[in-house]
T-cell receptor, first 116, second 112 residues
Framework: NAGVTQTPKFRVLKTGQSMTLLCAQD?????MYWYRQDPGMGLRLIHY???????AKGEVPDGYNVSRLKKQNFLLGLESAAPSQTSVYFC???????????????FGEGSRLTVL | LAKTTQPISMDSYEGQEVNITCSHN???????ITWYQQFPSQGPRFIIQ???TKVTNEVASLFIPADRKSSTLSLPRVSLSDTAVYYC?????????????FGAGTRLFVKA
């Protein structure tokens, strides 16, 4: 049981290049999220999804796009990378919170992106 | 979403009990209090969640007073491996869980 897997783990881009981060979860979770974390700061929500085929904006969505074509995968795209997007990106997933389920977030190990 | 306030950093020594307090004056009726732990170069990990009074698990205890405007995460007998950032989150996990917002957290440093 791998949990939440992010690829790639490291990437260096030049300004203006595009790339996609892939998040895969094998826990059959409905919800998936993309966060970014800058040095010494907490996590900020970029986009999230409440189910296959649905996405929504979080706190800092500008410059990013997402897609959830399959329940287990959540893709984060940067169409034209900027130095301000240098950060560590975390994907997370969770179940619908009900009964004894706390709605706990399960995180991946992170993807470190540097934009030159 | 209720805003939370917690200390930026704390220091402790091995074997001591550590209490981290979080203020959430605007907590709503359906909100729960959840704590996460994050080690360097890792994603956050769920520690504990509570609604009122006291909750205890194998890792920590969570104390919530009757007015629920604050909460305290208690780590018994910390070790060096407890050095991490601890985040306090407040929200309704049923209707607002997907809007979970992490603040800067409390950076706990445990010394030998």
């Amino acid at each position: 049981n791998a949990g939440v897997t992010q690829t790639p783990k490291f990437r260096v881009l030049k300004t203006g290049q595009s790339m996609t981060l892939l998040c895969a979860q094998d826990m059959n979770h409905e919800y998936m999220y993309w966060y970014r974390q800058d040095p010494g700061m907490g996590l900020r929500l970029i986009h999230y999804s409440v189910g296959e085929g649905t996405t929504a904006k979080g706190e800092v969505p500008d410059g990013y796009n997402v897609s959830r074509l399959k329940k287990q995968n959540f893709l984060l795209g940067l169409e034209s990378a900027a130095p301000s997007q240098t950060s560590v990106y975390f994907c997370a997933s969770s179940l619908w919170a009900s009964g004894d389920n706390t709605g706990e977030l399960f995180f991946g190990e992170g993807s470190r992106l540097t934009v030159l | 979403l209720a805003k939370t306030t917690q200390p930026i950093s704390m220091d402790s020594y091995e074997g001591q009990e550590v209490n981290i307090t979080c203020s959430h004056n605007n907590i709503a009726t359906n909100d729960y209090i959840t704590w996460y732990q994050q080690f360097p170069s890792q994603g956050p990990r769920f520690i504990i969640q509570g609604y009122k009074t006291k909750v205890t698990n194998e890792v920590a205890s969570l104390f919530i007073p009757a007015d629920r405007k604050s909460s305290t995460l208690s780590l018994p007998r910390v070790s060096l491996s407890d050095t991490a950032v601890y985040y306090c989150l407040v929200g309704d996990p049923v209707t607002g869980g997907f809007k979970t917002i992490f603040g800067a957290g409390t950076r706990l440093f445990v010394k030998a």
